[in-house]
């Protein structure tokens, strides 16, 4: 799916494969195997207790989307990086780099080693070759 979503959408695999990785443990966090939630997209409007469940982040009270598949979550996350907010992103064509700078600086993490942290995934699993221009480092 992420190389399908880069081919149509311009998000580097690299980077949504990064992103996965790292919000969701490899799939092994609580929220992921309760939710199918890779990206802890949370819900804040519209929410219920068969489309979000709570668990403690920034605030102990925090809803997070609940989704039917793991295909969903994916989408999700995909279509929330074509918002406004990521307009920077997206500038950034298919340079994972520039978009891993640009999620923090627009806001996707609160994190201060999150740029780090997914520039250190792209690399470890070389992530970067599922992008349509794979430059390595």
Same mark, same amino acid.
């Given at each position: *799916?992420?190389?399908?979503?880069?081919?149509?959408?311009?998000?580097?695999?690299?980077?949504?494969?990064?992103?996965?990785?790292?919000?969701?443990?490899?799939?092994?966090?609580?929220?992921?195997?309760?939710?199918?939630?890779?990206?802890?997209?949370?819900? *804040?409007?519209?929410?219920?207790?068969?489309?979000?469940? #709570? *668990?403690?982040?920034?605030?102990?009270?925090?809803? *997070?989307?609940?989704?039917?598949?793991?295909?969903?979550?994916?989408?999700?996350?995909?279509?929330?990086?074509?918002?406004?907010?990521?307009? #920077?992103?997206?500038?950034?064509?298919?340079?994972?780099?520039?978009?891993?700078?640009?999620?923090?600086?627009?806001?996707?993490?609160?994190?201060?080693?999150?740029?780090?942290?997914?520039?250190?995934?792209?690399?470890?699993?070389?992530?970067?070759?599922?992008?349509?221009?794979?430059?390595?480092?």
């Amino acid at each position: *799916f992420p190389v399908t979503i880069h081919k149509k959408l311009g998000i580097p695999a690299s980077v949504t494969l990064a992103q996965g990785i790292l919000e969701s443990r490899s799939g092994q966090s609580e929220l992921t195997k309760k939710t199918n939630n890779h990206f802890g997209i949370k819900c *804040f409007s519209g929410c219920n207790y068969k489309n979000s469940k #709570r *668990f403690a982040d920034d605030k102990p009270t925090d809803r *997070f989307k609940v989704y039917e598949s793991n295909w969903f979550s994916f989408r999700d996350h995909s279509q929330f990086l074509m918002g406004k907010r990521y307009k #920077r992103c997206r500038e950034c064509g298919d340079d994972w780099k520039c978009w891993v700078r640009n999620l923090k600086r627009c806001g996707y993490a609160t994190s201060n080693t999150y740029t780090n942290t997914l520039t250190s995934i792209i690399k470890k699993y070389k992530l970067y070759q599922y992008d349509k221009k794979n430059p390595q480092v």
